[in-house]
Nanobody, 123 residues
Framework: QVQLVESGGGLVQPGGSLRLSCATS????????MSWLRQGPGKGVEWLSG????????QYADSVRGRFTISRDNAKNTLYLQMNNLKPEDTALYYC????????????????WGQGTQVTVSS
């Protein structure tokens, strides 16, 4: 049973920062590519960033490049998303997801998903 558990969401003012975490088991952490995706109110699911199992390659959507940083701690089997300079349009439910193979942006290509953590950016 693959389990992904996100945490770190909350309410933050515009311009603020949050760090999201996604914990999973080592048996899959070393194998799978992992990504962060989000779904804003009334919107579809948007892929944000992906990182390969060795952490050597990262990719970002244009909407978050330069503000968000994806990373992984293999010793802790945890994926992170550092989010800086948050904007109201970043308000969404944030998910971590994983798949084998290469980074893809289509949400339907991901095999396993966490339950999501809510991020609200508002003054």
């Amino acid at each position: 049973q693959v389990q992904l558990v996100e945490s770190g969401g909350g309410l933050v003012q515009p311009g603020g920062s949050l760090r999201l975490s996604c914990a999973t088991s080592q048996s899959i952490f070393d194998i799978y590519l992992m990504s962060w995706l989000r779904q804003g109110p009334g919107k579809g699911v948007e892929w944000l960033s992906g990182i390969y199992s060795d952490g050597g390659d990262t990719q970002y959507a244009d909407s978050v490049r330069g503000r968000f940083t994806i990373s992984r701690d293999n010793a802790k089997n945890t994926l992170y998303l550092q989010m800086n300079n948050l904007k109201p349009e970043d308000t969404a439910l944030y998910y971590c997801a994983l798949r084998r193979g290469t980074v893809v942006r289509a949400p339907q290509e991901y095999d396993y998903w966490g339950q999501g953590t809510q991020v609200t950016v508002s003054s």
